[in-house]
């Protein structure tokens, strides 16, 4: 899959700009500051019809603009196909592919784009919600229902969290609150089954590439991290419901003491040794850097397996902060698929790849 052709009006920086890419690699150089991560942007949107930058729409429009479109040809499962994401400040998106209506999630089936950027190669050190984040990006694009249970989740986890805060203030708030617990419950079984399914995955595809890229035969080891009740996150979602609200009847209490839930997906994480040693700890900043690398291809090694065709691969400025071996590594690997790559200067970069240098300038593109 790829994008042919990209067209942005009134997006972030860019007035009227259009750029063609080549089906392979594509490296998109200028100075700081110029649009090369918004280009970069606006290619991850068609994915999945969100920013990874921001939560808010509006801050897509440019200063001055009254709206945003972003209009790409591109081609995927033998298909060529037109995406337009019109983007109205005060009112909802619209995302039309060919010319029907679709939504954010329903993008997935049309296109799929993994991104790798600067703050990915903390993706070991940080806390768990870096971790979610790439479980959650993944797996909305391979299980598009994913994405609405998830919304669903987050939503009632906004609501009962203000119940808790509020409580005492508004005692009634309370004859609400088991009805959130419950729901949440029951999204976080749903949640939790795929998480584990994807983890899973994840320990199998980013093994190799760890032991392949360190070159000292370290071993690599993803272990998903759930609501401490819960049995097996592999089994159905019934049976995962039942240990969640056994884990919820205990933590009641200390919800309500603390104003927090306690119970729910949203307290799940990766857990990522190397070596048998927990890597958050005890890995040096190479080994880090190396189990990130190896994890984000492996999440383009989940969706060729997925689909049949690899995704995008999206590289923001992030080989400029790995050493000359970690840059050969990532580049060998990334044949197969269309890359877009962003970087300072082209550092010989199109050179060792073959791939087609665009300059971005201003918000211009040549």
Same mark, same amino acid.
């Given at each position: 899959?790829?994008?042919?052709k990209?067209?942005?009006?009134g997006?972030?920086?860019y007035?009227?700009e259009?750029?063609?890419?080549?089906?392979?690699?594509n490296v998109?150089s200028?100075q700081?500051a110029q649009?090369?991560?918004? @280009?970069?942007?606006?290619?991850?949107?068609l994915?999945?019809g969100?920013?990874f930058?921001?939560?808010?729409?509006r801050?897509?429009?440019?200063?001055?603009?009254s709206? +945003?479109?972003?209009? +790409?040809?591109?081609e995927?499962?033998?298909?060529?196909?037109?995406?337009?994401?019109?983007l109205?400040?005060?009112?909802?998106?619209?995302? %039309?592919?060919? /010319?029907?209506?679709?939504?954010?999630?329903?993008?997935s089936?049309?296109i799929?784009?993994?991104?790798?950027c600067p703050?990915d %190669?903390?993706?070991?050190?940080?806390?768990?919600a870096?971790?979610r984040?790439?479980?959650?990006?993944a797996?909305c694009?391979?299980?598009?229902?994913? *994405?609405?249970?998830?919304?669903?989740f987050?939503? %009632?986890?906004e609501?009962?969290?203000?119940?808790?805060?509020?409580?005492?203030e508004?005692?009634?708030l309370?004859?609400t609150?088991?009805?959130f617990?419950d729901?949440?419950?029951r999204?976080?079984?749903?949640i939790i089954?795929y998480?584990?399914?994807f +983890?899973?995955?994840?320990?199998?595809?980013?093994?190799?590439?760890?032991?392949?890229?360190s070159?000292?035969?370290?071993?690599?080891?993803?272990?998903?991290?759930?609501?401490?009740s819960v049995?097996?996150?592999?089994?159905?979602?019934?049976e995962?419901?039942?240990?969640?609200c056994?884990?919820?009847?205990?933590?009641?209490? *200390?919800? @309500?003491?603390?104003?927090?839930? @306690?119970?729910? +997906?949203?307290?799940?994480? %990766?857990?990522i040794s190397?070596?048998?040693r927990?890597?958050?700890?005890?890995?040096?900043?190479?080994?880090?850097?190396?189990?990130?690398?190896?994890?984000?291809l492996?999440?383009?090694?989940i969706?060729?397996?997925?689909? /049949?065709?690899?995704?995008? #691969?999206?590289?923001d400025d992030? #080989?400029?902060?790995?050493?000359?071996?970690?840059q050969?590594f990532?580049?060998?690997?990334i044949? /197969?698929?269309?890359?877009?790559i962003?970087?300072?200067?082209?550092?010989?970069?199109?050179?060792?790849?073959?791939?087609?240098v665009l300059?971005?300038?201003k918000?211009?593109?040549?």
């Amino acid at each position: 899959m790829r994008v042919e052709k990209i067209a942005l009006s009134g997006f972030r920086n860019y007035e009227f700009e259009t750029a063609e890419f080549d089906p392979g690699t594509n490296v998109i150089s200028g100075q700081n500051a110029q649009g090369k991560t918004n @280009l970069l942007e606006s290619v991850y949107m068609l994915s999945c019809g969100r920013s990874f930058r921001t939560r808010f729409d509006r801050e897509l429009v440019g200063f001055g603009f009254s709206s +945003a479109d972003i209009l +790409a040809d591109i081609e995927s499962h033998d298909r060529k196909q037109t995406v337009n994401i019109r983007l109205r400040p005060g009112t909802a998106k619209k995302i %039309l592919v060919n /010319g029907v209506k679709k939504t954010g999630s329903e993008l997935s089936e049309t296109i799929n784009a993994v991104l790798f950027c600067p703050d990915d %190669l903390n993706l070991i050190k940080e806390g768990a919600a870096v971790r979610r984040r790439l479980m959650d990006n993944a797996i909305c694009q391979i299980r598009p229902r994913y *994405a609405e249970i998830l919304t669903e989740f987050n939503r %009632l986890y906004e609501h009962k969290t203000r119940i808790l805060k509020d409580w005492r203030e508004k005692p009634s708030l309370l004859d609400t609150l088991d009805e959130f617990s419950d729901g949440m419950c029951r999204a976080s079984a749903n949640i939790i089954r795929y998480r584990a399914a994807f +983890a899973a995955r994840l320990n199998a595809a980013a093994p190799p590439i760890h032991r392949e890229f360190s070159g000292e035969g370290e071993k690599l080891d993803i272990k998903y991290c759930t609501v401490s009740s819960v049995r097996d996150p592999a089994a159905p979602a019934r049976e995962i419901y039942y240990d969640i609200c056994e884990h919820q009847e205990k933590h009641r209490q *200390a919800e @309500l003491e603390s104003g927090q839930c @306690l119970t729910g +997906a949203h307290k799940d994480d %990766l857990e990522i040794s190397i070596n048998g040693r927990p890597a958050r700890s005890f890995a040096s900043q190479g080994q880090t850097r190396t189990a990130a690398l190896s994890i984000k291809l492996a999440e383009r090694e989940i969706f060729l397996a997925e689909t /049949g065709e690899y995704p995008i #691969l999206l590289l923001d400025d992030v #080989l400029s902060e790995l050493d000359v071996k970690r840059q050969e590594f990532v580049l060998n690997r990334i044949g /197969g698929g269309q890359t877009l790559i962003t970087c300072c200067e082209d550092e010989g970069i199109s050179r060792r790849t073959g791939g087609r240098v665009l300059f971005v300038e201003k918000g211009r593109i040549r």
